[in-house]
């Protein structure tokens, strides 16, 4: 006779990035155990592999993960982490100016208040010379892990984004898919643009959205008032 298990709850988020929705689970404890570990390991690699796994095993339907929006996925798994641990989480400032170990103040953040910020400014089908333009797609996470774990420099790093992230470039008469394309054949078509096209594609990524959360304090010892944008998962777990 098998044991008796319970019905998991399940709740629905908004993905930003496409407005769909979607429906999900909390995380199990064999998730969390799963979670616990891989921070334990201070491995990059690990932690992504172990995110990616747990969110792709909450959501209630098959997602590509791998190639999800860098930020889609961070708040996904936000609201996974608010109704599996708690949908606070208390976190300390310190004043950028006093040396007193009293200047600082415990905030808590309301996780499920996290929100996508859009610049309205943002978008992805660029125009650059003539009839010839670029659409872009969003970095995953598979991306992002491949330009930390390589040592590129600033340059190098910019690039192997770029070229990462284009999805097709376009004339009137012909579109040209990057996936057909030799990474060779996309360098040459970026290293063939003046600074102001290409700063129209940096733009993409400067604009992009982002899990984004602002904090305003005092400092209790000498009254300052602070600012701070928090940013991605790793200022709030």
């Not at 496409?18 to 201070?42: N, T």
């Not at 990059?44 to 909450?58: E, G, H, N, P, R």
């Not at 400067?206 to 005092?218: A, D, G, I, S, Y």
Request: proline share 4%.
């Amino acid at each position: 006779m098998p044991l008796p298990s319970q019905a998991v709850p399940t709740y629905t988020l908004t993905i930003p990035s496409s407005g769909e929705d979607l429906k999900f689970r909390p995380f199990l404890v064999k998730e969390q155990k799963a979670l616990l570990i891989a921070q334990q390991s201070d491995d990059a690699l690990i932690m992504i592999d172990t995110l990616k796994s747990v969110v792709q095993a909450c959501a209630l339907k098959e997602l590509d993960v791998s190639n999800m929006a860098i930020f889609d996925l961070e708040y996904v798994f936000s609201q996974i982490r608010a109704k599996s641990v708690g949908e606070t989480v208390d976190l300390f400032f310190f004043c950028d100016t006093c040396e007193d170990e009293k200047a600082k103040v415990k905030i808590t953040i309301d996780l499920t208040k996290l929100q996508v910020t859009k610049d309205p400014t943002h978008i992805s089908k660029i125009e650059l010379f003539e009839d010839v333009g670029v659409v872009m797609k969003y970095p995953g996470i598979d991306i992002i892990n491949k330009v930390d774990n390589i040592d590129y420099n600033q340059v190098d790093i910019v690039f192997e984004i770029i070229v990462n992230c284009i999805d097709h470039i376009y004339n009137s008469q012909e579109v040209f898919y990057a996936k057909e394309q030799t990474k060779e054949e996309l360098e040459t078509f970026l290293n063939n643009l003046t600074q102001d096209q290409f700063h129209k594609v940096q733009a993409f990524f400067e604009t992009m959205p982002k899990l984004q959360h602002k904090v305003n304090f005092n400092c209790p010892v000498c009254s300052k008032p602070h600012e701070r944008v928090m940013e991605g998962l790793s200022n709030f777990f």
